[in-house]
Structure formats: structure tokens, C-alpha cells
């Protein structure tokens, strides 16, 4: 598969993985339903659902437009440089996020996408230091770059927004930083960057130590006869 045709399928899925955020948003809105009580209530069996449900409901076209624009943003770096734990990635931040929000949150209803968001940005950033390779670590430096400011969302300064929903999606992609690392990390100086037809890359092998036979197999096939069947005879 060429480039272009790689770029264009990640850009395309993560294009349709915002459709459903808008769709909802658009029906809530046009029709004046509040949705609210989908969101996270922390430690209220009344908020749980909201685990699953949260990430579809938003305040205003401010707050769906800068969710969703990141959320496409991370979502195609984590389709087109990490495509085999793409999926897994974005389960685990969903889930897992919620219920540490749904853990630690205060009691009120908290909604938005921004903490997958945030898991995706810290899970990139991190584990484009972790593996030491120089395209992904340069990918972590756009999304330091883009989206260095996140770090401001982690601190308790506007209590209109969930600070600690932030907190639940970065310590998330941390954890998915550190679970995937030793697939991506280098463990040799001599391992150079490769990209194969599917734009996954894989970098956690050492490379084998060529034997004598390994080389002579480079020679005509009589001569390598004659070489093994030496070795026998002594």
C-alpha cells in the first residue's frame, strides 16, 4: 500500500470516529434536549453509565468543536504511527479513564471527549520519548508542540471544567506508554528506521549474528556443498 493511500485511510477513520460526537450534538441541540445526566456523577451509582456515555456530550459548539478537532488530530497520529495498538488504545482510554474519573472526580456531572483526548496526547508524547526511534520521537514533539498547553487542563484553575477528568486520561496514556514501550523500543544502535506496507513499525528484535554459513550461502551452491562436507570430515 502506497503513502498516500496509508494517509488517506487513517485520516478516513478518524474521521468517521467524530461522526457519532456530532450526530448526537446536533440532534441535542437542534431539538433542546439536555443530556447532561449521560455524564460522569463520581461515586453515584446513578453517574456510571456515564462511563460509556460522557465522551457523546457537550456544552456548546466552542467546547465540541476544540474537542473533536484534537481528538481527529491524535486519533489519525495514533492510526498512521501505531496502528496495531490503535484500537486497544482508544478502548483503554475510553474505559479505563471513565472509571478513574467516575473514582476520583468531584460530584458533579462531568462531560466531553477531552479526557480520551488527553489520554491519546500523553500516551503519544510518552512513548515517542520511550522508544528512543527519531520518527517518533519527533512525533512527540509535534504533539508537545500542538497540544503543550494541555498541561494547564491539569490543574485546578476553572472549576467549570473537569481538571480531573484530564487527570484520568493522562494518567491512562501514560500507563498505555509504558504497557506498549518495549514494542517500539530500540535495543540496538544498529537497528535504523523502517516503515513496512501496513506504516507499523516494529523495532523490538535484535538482530542475529551472521554465521560463516550464512555468508557462504551467498556463494554457488557446488561450493558451499564442498565447505559443509569438510566440516564433517575432520
Given at each position: ?19 457519532p ?22 461515586r ?16 456548546g ?36 479513564g ?6 476520583i ?16 496526547a500523553?500516551?503519544?508524547?510518552f ?9 517518533l ?68 528484535y535484535?538482530p ?9 550461502k ?14 564433517k570430515?575432520?
Amino acid at each position: 500500500m502506497n503513502d498516500f493511500k496509508v494517509l488517506k485511510r487513517d485520516l478516513i477513520r478518524s474521521g468517521l470516529l467524530i461522526i457519532p460526537f456530532w450526530i448526537i450534538y446536533i440532534i441535542t441541540w437542534f431539538y433542546d434536549i439536555d443530556i447532561v445526566t449521560w455524564g460522569v456523577f463520581p461515586r453515584n451509582l446513578k453517574g456510571i453509565i456515564g462511563i460509556f456515555t460522557s465522551v457523546f456530550v457537550h456544552s456548546g459548539w466552542q467546547h465540541i468543536i476544540a474537542n473533536t478537532t484534537s481528538f481527529f488530530t491524535l486519533s489519525f497520529f495514533l492510526f498512521h504511527f501505531y496502528k496495531r495498538i490503535a484500537y486497544r488504545s482508544l478502548l483503554f482510554n475510553y474505559i479505563v479513564g471513565g472509571v478513574i474519573l467516575w473514582v476520583i472526580g468531584r460530584e458533579y456531572w462531568h462531560i466531553g471527549v477531552s479526557g480520551v483526548v488527553y489520554g491519546m496526547a500523553f500516551q503519544i508524547c510518552f512513548l515517542g520519548i520511550f522508544s528512543r526511534r527519531i520518527a517518533l520521537s519527533a512525533v512527540s514533539l509535534v504533539v508537545i508542540f500542538l497540544y503543550g498547553s494541555f498541561v494547564w487542563g491539569l490543574m485546578p484553575i476553572n472549576e467549570a471544567v473537569s481538571w480531573e477528568g484530564h487527570i484520568a486520561g493522562a494518567l491512562t496514556g501514560l500507563a498505555l506508554a509504558i504497557i506498549f514501550r518495549k514494542q517500539y523500543l530500540v535495543v540496538n544502535i544498529t537497528d535504523i528506521d523502517t516503515v513496512d506496507d501496513e506504516h507499523y513499525i516494529k523495532y523490538s528484535y535484535k538482530p542475529k549474528k551472521p554465521t560463516v554459513f550464512d555468508l557462504l550461502k551467498n556463494l554457488p551452491d557446488n561450493y558451499y556443498e564442498k565447505v559443509k562436507r569438510g566440516k564433517k570430515s575432520r
